[in-house]
């Protein structure tokens, strides 16, 4: 047994809004490379690969049959975890502590802009009896969820539109953000509307990239630049849309709280330092931040009005740029929100960088219209 795992390597590509010039597999070798270098071993030592996959996204089935190559890991134990990216990442420390491996490897990547029927594919998560049949837009269903928070959290559209223009600014300085942009909250005001009240700049826009993670056991081995797995939770709230929370992110509020039994955290408004949180929609955000402090609905929203979820605030949120300012990958998206707080965790954020960051949370939502996500508490290894 492995009481200890972390972070001992990451690789991330920069995101793009297309790649016509690359293959998955050529993104996913360059990760590889990356992280590879950076934990300073060779393939040959790892003892699991884990493969974080979805068949309706990747266009093919069995997809872990596809990343083997590129990883190093030909003929070597690799499986997929057909879900949320913090949920392959729980699968490999689970591995990794039950004594299985000293070394594991976690992939996820993205090749969005080959998917031409995003709604559609989307749309398979909703039940086939009673809710695909009624032809529902999934981006839709984020609207109502929208509303619903708005309405109990006596908040103004403005406080997600000022979601955007924080996080949009921020990717400026990310050099693996594809979608920096100096926006004004009256240009998201005035943006065209998907679905109302959500407007289009206040939804992630898709985007090509990969991450790798290498984790190691750390039991009474030392390891430069290691970052700690202190915990990690996941939980899955009512699918169906009839019986769920809409104003609440329930899931990631269990996923927190396993999470934090595992790390020790008992007052995360004081002892978590940065946040990393799914912003797949500009509300979720806000929804997620309240989820990951306890807080009541609508007081998420009051600290970002505050200005308090800045990257000099008290509770800084995505000062990454979040999938808003980086890029939505699907299940890809919460390893790379991962990859960003293992950087500011190192003190190697650059622009980015939070002052005294020592315990970073990483909060992720395996999109709609499910209730699915992960939590994980990072720290000292």
């Not at 190093?72 to 057909?82: D, I, K, L, N, S």
């Not at 809710?131 to 109502?144: F, K």
């Not at 939070?354 to 999109?367: D, Y």
Request: hydrophobic share 45%; with cysteine.
């Amino acid at each position: 047994m492995n009481s200890h795992v972390a972070i001992v390597g990451v690789g991330l590509t920069p995101l793009r809004p297309v790649s016509p010039d690359l293959s998955y597999r050529e993104m996913i070798f360059e990760a590889a490379t990356k992280a590879y270098a950076d934990a300073g071993i060779g393939p040959p030592e790892v003892d699991v690969f884990v493969t974080v996959a979805e068949d309706l996204h990747e266009g093919t089935s069995i997809a872990d049959e596809y990343t083997p190559d590129q990883l190093g890991a030909v003929r070597r134990p690799v499986h997929t975890v057909a879900g949320d990216g913090l949920q392959g990442l729980a699968a490999a420390v689970m591995l990794v502590r039950a004594g299985a491996a000293e070394l594991a490897v976690v992939e996820a990547h993205s090749k969005a802009s080959n998917i031409t029927t995003h709604e559609q594919v989307l749309a398979l998560a909703l039940d086939p009896a009673y809710e695909r049949p009624r032809r529902i837009n999934p981006h839709a269903i984020a609207a109502l969820e929208m509303r619903r928070y708005l309405y109990d959290a006596g908040a103004s559209p403005e406080v997600t539109a000022a979601v955007v223009v924080k996080n949009r600014r921020r990717a400026l300085d990310n050099p693996y953000a594809a979608y920096g942009a100096a926006l004004r909250t009256e240009e998201v005001l005035a943006d065209a509307y998907l679905a109302d009240p959500l407007r289009t700049l206040e939804v992630s826009p898709y985007a090509d990239g990969a991450v790798v993670l290498v984790l190691a056991a750390t039991d009474g081995a030392r390891r430069p630049r290691a970052v700690g797995i202190r915990g990690i939770g996941w939980a899955t709230d009512e699918p169906a849309l009839s019986g769920r929370s809409w104003a609440q992110a329930t899931y990631a509020r269990l996923a927190c709280d396993m999470a934090y039994a595992q790390a020790g955290v008992l007052a995360p408004a004081d002892e978590i330092d940065l946040f990393e949180l799914d912003d797949t929609y500009a509300y979720k955000e806000l929804q997620h931040l309240e989820a990951a402090l306890h807080l009541e609905i609508g007081e998420g929203a009051r600290l970002a009005a505050a200005g308090r979820t800045g990257r000099s605030g008290k509770y800084p949120v995505n000062p990454s740029g979040g999938s808003l300012g980086m890029g939505y990958g699907y299940d890809a998206s919460a390893l790379v929100r991962t990859a960003m707080a293992v950087q500011q965790l190192r003190g190697e954020a650059g622009a980015l960088q939070v002052s005294r960051a020592r315990t970073a949370l990483v909060v992720s939502w395996r999109g709609v219209p499910t209730t699915s996500g992960g939590a994980v508490v990072l720290g000292a290894a």
